[in-house]
């Protein structure tokens, strides 16, 4: 009778605060429990990434004067001015050259490098080549655009003279100062500063392949490319996707390395859209029309991100 009435007492208890009798809580007061927690993390995003799209958007429809906080409703005329504005579709060109060139060396470039380095026979050599091609990527993007702007000096820089010292006198320019070379000079920095950090995410999803299939590879014949292009390029296809998202958002949010090297000169023609939207909204006061150029950067981010996702979980589900 003791032990009823203990048991009893604690069906009781167990009850009264949502817990069973060996003490943790029941499944639907712990569902609610973490759904208070995932309600949390939804209202953060809400308001730190979802609203100020919105509040962009809504903005991207004004005229607003940052310094009186004057505003006025233009309705479209941003997105009108945006169309007919030829320093947009520049930027919009360099950006897209930018997401090309950084795809063919930071993506596939990268993996083939990825590839070769784990493909030595030496862990230590693995490890020394992972370090040497990884330090660019651990310097600033701000320290790489200063460093590559005094390689690309005329009279001072390294680039000319190492030309120079060869004989190829005829291929010394001004980089910078040059409409024709600007946008390329930056592009190329830019491919030096982030193509180790590419090659050492490549190497990490090589090394998650069983070797087992490499293995069984060998013994029926396949060579280093048949390898290469049977075993290591599907088995990587997730992270090639994941890399190639990154890699075009990363094209059309390019900023820094445009704002320190040339700031969008000379003449406009090494403009991005992140320069341009600095230089309207900021410097020209133009606040809404800023917003406009956000607005086209945020919709080509999210769709090309989009349709990578469906044709990767496409390709995934064929596979």
């Known amino acids: 009778m003791a032990v009823t009435g203990v048991n009893s007492g604690a069906v009781s208890y167990g009850a009264a605060t949502g817990q069973g009798a060996s003490g943790a809580p029941k499944p639907r007061l ?54 007919n504005d030829p320093i947009v579709w520049t930027s919009l060109w360099n950006n897209s050259l930018y997401a090309v060139i950084s795809i063919v060396f930071q993506v596939f470039g990268a993996f083939l490098l990825a590839a070769i380095i784990e493909g030595l026979g030496s862990e230590r050599l693995q490890r020394f080549w992972r ?11 701000t320290v790489s655009g200063l460093l590559f702007y005094f390689i690309y000096q005329p009279e001072i820089g390294l680039l000319d003279a190492a030309l120079r010292s ?17 946008i390329y000079a930056i592009i190329a920095m830019s491919q030096w500063q982030g193509f180790g950090y590419s090659t050492l995410l490549f190497a990490i999803a090589i090394q998650k392949i069983p070797r087992e299939l490499y293995d069984a590879a060998i013994i029926d014949g396949a060579g280093p490319l048949r390898r290469l292009w049977s075993i290591t390029f599907p088995l990587t296809r997730e992270m090639t996707g994941l890399m190639i998202i990154i890699t075009i958002t990363g094209a059309f949010q390019v900023f820094n390395e445009v704002m320190v090297m040339t700031a969008g000169g000379p003449n406009n023609s090494s403009q991005v859209l992140g320069t341009w939207l600095y230089q309207q909204g900021f410097i020209e006061n133009n606040f809404g029309y800023g917003a406009a150029i956000a607005a086209v950067i945020f919709v080509v981010t999210m769709v090309t991100g989009i349709a990578q996702l469906l044709y990767t979980r496409r390709r995934r589900v064929q596979f």
């Open 166 to 182: 060869v004989g190829l006198d005829a291929l010394v320019k001004p980089w910078l100062g040059d409409p024709k070379t600007a």
């Open 30 to 83: 712990r569902n609610l429990l973490s759904f208070r927690w995932v309600a949390v993390a939804v209202i953060l995003i809400g308001w730190f990434v979802y609203y100020p799209i919105v509040d962009n958007f809504v903005v991207s429809t004004t005229d607003q004067d940052i310094f009186t906080g004057e505003v006025t409703n233009v309705g479209l005329a941003n997105y009108d001015r945006l169309l």
């Open 131 to 141: 370090a040497i091609y990884f330090v660019p990527s651990a310097i600033s993007i």
